[in-house]
């Protein structure tokens, strides 16, 4: 079984910083400075965690095969999830997590997503693409308890997303129900070490500004758990900003510039080490880097990045 | 004939005892069952989570956060934010604080120098409790040149005027009987006038608190038990000087720990303006003391030299306790307690004034009196600020 696209994952996988200062006691004489200061385990992030860890590699990519079913099962669960080190926030789930699961499908597959609510409140899945009104997610809303299934082939190929559509739209966004939706074109892309990161923020205090700001969940995730990726071969970023509150966000690379595509298409392509995304922008991101070493990557809004959204690549071989 | 049996019998007295005995039950019954009761109510609201920030102190390369749980439930320190920017910190006592409970977070900072901050402080269940800092600049430490320092000032505000004041004796005594009674009046007006301020103070410093920490009533223990000692002195020390004496030195007290406080945290540009007007300001205390000191046959010097020290010198205390000690309790006790004593011995100015004032309560010298004083304090404070 060919899998095309599905880049060495063995390779992605988190580096371990040897960091161990501790943040009990008064002996801050040694204590690291600066970004230094917030990396490995002086980082405030939360235990690692596998449900986190899974949606930072997507499912692989099948060829192309018109007609095929892609079988998915959502479930809106509202569960307590751990945003940043030690604060606990109620949030509206797909699956348990905020971002929800990765959907991908290849284009002109028969997508058939199983959404069942088991929420406290009535939800839906909106996703974004070409497909019929009844399945658009916006006036079949799915009451608690209720089902529905949302089955159309999936179109157009690129980056796309996912997100409840039920009002108020903003406090169904921000609790956490949205997650990434990859469409593969028939041309198959070519092999590549990918990634998805869904850039979020969580205001867990309710007063209409997010307190921190992450990539797939908690803050400081991948600050505390660099993510590990060789030189040999072109890092494939799947990203999507599903920041609520602010307007935009950004994903900026230190030491390096990579090639971005605009909603996942050929298009618009742009070289550049900083790409603007508004709320529901997202794109492609592909890096061939040129070094090897610790690279740090973070929202160019300072704010965000000093909020939770920063983490590092560990670039070996 | 029973009755009176009975109460001899002693067993009433036991039954008093037994409201306090049904009482005791009926709390340990609904502390063991209370769960039930509150179900039947419905759902008790989540717990606000908000950290009561008591002090901030900037030291090289560090900040400290002083922060109290003021409510029933625990609440846990989870972040920390520096300007919107989480930071890494220590913590000097327990991350989760039981009510009532402190604890030190020690945040290692390169802080700029008079800018301003603001700290926050983010709970488990997210949170947030912002402090806005106006200025940040590095927190006195208790020193001998500081200590000096806070002295003089208590000296210059407190004791200062005071002994000024008093060298109006020689002065008030030669004065015709409707004079000596209008400044009477007028130290009645002045003590009245330090007596609201510092019920204001009390109250403000009151409505600070956390609310576990006591309502208004806190201010009315302070206020009652100052009041009722001096009610209780006055009967022992027949010296009115002496209460005028007591009643204004409380007084001082309070407003040297005010100074002292603000200075200490920066809420207080402490320039030579605002020490001038200070000192205008008390020099009508000791003016005061000196009317009531007429009463007197003769004053030695050693008497003259204990009522400058019982009015002015509890500045140089509250200076010192406000500049290095903050308790926002004891703050509100004192300043209830100024109030009190000073109300009090406007009472015993008024019980003077009602015998020996020629004319009574009512002539026209001892109300223009009265009226002068609490203007004369209004004039004098405004240049205070």
Redesign the interface.
């Known amino acids: 079984m060919p899998l095309i696209a599905a880049g060495p994952l063995a390779r992605v996988a988190f580096a371990e910083t040897e960091r161990s200062a501790t943040?009990?006691?008064?002996d801050?004489a040694n204590?690291p400075?600066g970004h230094a200061?917030?990396i490995g385990r002086?980082a405030?992030s939360i235990q690692r965690s596998p449900e986190i860890d899974a949606l930072l590699v997507p499912p692989p990519a099948l060829p192309h095969k018109p007609g095929r079913v892609r079988d998915y099962s959502l479930v809106a669960r509202d569960v307590e999830i751990e945003?940043?080190?030690?604060?606990?926030?109620p949030a509206w789930t797909y699956n348990g997590t905020a971002p929800g699961p990765v959907i991908r499908a290849t284009e002109d597959d028969l997508l058939r997503v199983h959404f069942r609510n088991e929420g406290e409140h009535p939800h839906t899945i909106h996703f974004h693409g070409i497909h019929p009104a009844n399945m658009d997610g916006v006036f079949e809303i799915v009451p608690r308890g209720g089902e529905y299934t949302y089955e159309f082939p999936a179109r157009p190929w690129g980056m796309q997303l996912y997100h409840c559509h039920s009002t108020p739209l903003k406090k169904h966004i921000h609790k956490g129900l949205y997650g990434a939706f990859i469409i593969d074109p028939p041309k198959p892309r070519k092999p590549a070490q990918e990634l998805v990161m869904v850039l979020n923020g969580?205001d867990?205090?309710g007063d209409g500004e997010n307190?921190f700001y992450a990539v797939n969940g908690p803050?400081?995730y991948y600050a505390r758990y660099p993510i590990r990726v060789s030189r040999s071969q072109t890092v494939r970023i799947y990203i999507a900003n599903l920041t609520e509150f602010d307007l935009i966000n950004s994903f900026h690379l230190h030491g390096d510039f990579f090639r971005y595509y605009r909603t996942g298409r050929d298009e618009v392509v742009e070289y550049t080490d900083n790409v603007i995304l508004g709320q529901g922008e997202r794109g492609i991101i592909e890096i061939d880097f040129a070094n090897t070493g610790r690279f740090m990557f973070h929202a160019h809004q300072?704010?965000f990045a000093?909020?939770?959204w920063m983490g590092f690549f560990e670039v070996v071989e | 004939m029973t009755t009176v049996a009975a109460r001899a019998s002693g067993a009433w007295r036991l039954w008093a005892l037994v409201p306090l005995i049904v009482l005791v039950v009926i709390v340990s019954l609904f502390a063991t069952t209370g769960g039930s009761l509150i179900d039947l109510l419905g759902r008790t609201p989540p717990p606000a989570d908000v950290f009561d920030v008591r002090r901030v102190e900037f030291k090289p390369g560090e900040i400290k956060v002083r922060v109290t749980n003021p409510q029933q439930d625990d609440l846990?320190?989870?972040?920390v934010?520096v300007d919107?920017?989480?930071v890494?910190?220590?913590?000097?006592g327990p991350r989760t604080l039981e009510r009532l409970r402190s604890a030190t977070i020690?945040i290692?900072f390169a802080w700029v120098e008079d800018e301003p901050m603001l700290i926050g402080i983010?709970?488990?269940?997210?949170?947030?409790t912002t402090h806005e800092v106006p200025a940040a600049f590095e927190t006195p430490e208790p020193s001998p040149k500081g200590f000096l320092g806070f002295g003089l000032v208590g000296l210059l505000v407190g004791v200062v005027p005071v002994g000024l004041g008093l060298l109006w004796l020689p002065s008030l005594r030669r004065a015709r009987p409707e004079w000596l009674a209008a400044f009477m009046a007028l130290t009645a007006g002045l003590l009245a006038f330090l007596a609201l301020e510092a019920l204001s103070e009390a109250f403000a410093l009151q409505a600070a608190l956390p609310s576990a920490l006591g309502g208004a009533g806190v201010v009315l223990l302070g206020f009652v038990g100052s009041y009722l000692t001096l009610t209780f002195l006055s009967h022992k020390l027949a010296a009115l000087a002496t209460l005028v004496a007591i009643g204004i030195g409380l007084h001082n007290f309070g407003e040297g720990l005010a100074i002292g406080t603000s200075f200490a945290f920066g809420e207080l540009a402490l320039g030579t303006f605002l020490i001038i007007g200070f000192m205008i300001h008390n020099v009508t205390e000791g003016l005061g003391i000196a009317t009531a000191a007429t009463e007197e046959r003769r004053v030695s010097f050693a008497r003259l030299g204990l009522l400058v020290l019982i009015a002015g010198a509890p500045a140089i205390l509250g200076t010192w306790l406000g500049g290095y000690v903050r308790s926002d309790v004891l703050g509100v006790l004192f300043f209830a307690a100024a109030a009190g004593a000073a109300s009090e011995v406007v009472v015993e100015v008024g019980r003077w004034l009602r015998t020996r004032a020629p004319g009574g309560l009512t002539s026209g010298w001892v109300l223009g009196g009265f009226l002068a004083g609490v203007a004369i304090m209004y004039a004098t404070g405004v240049l205070a600020g």
């Open positions: 943040h009990e006691g008064h801050h204590a400075e200061a917030m002086d405030p945003v940043a080190q030690g604060v606990h926030f969580f867990t205090d307190n803050a400081f300072s704010e000093e909020l939770g | 846990t320190i989870a972040t934010t919107d920017a989480i890494p910190f220590n913590l000097d020690v290692p983010t709970s488990s269940s997210g949170i947030q």
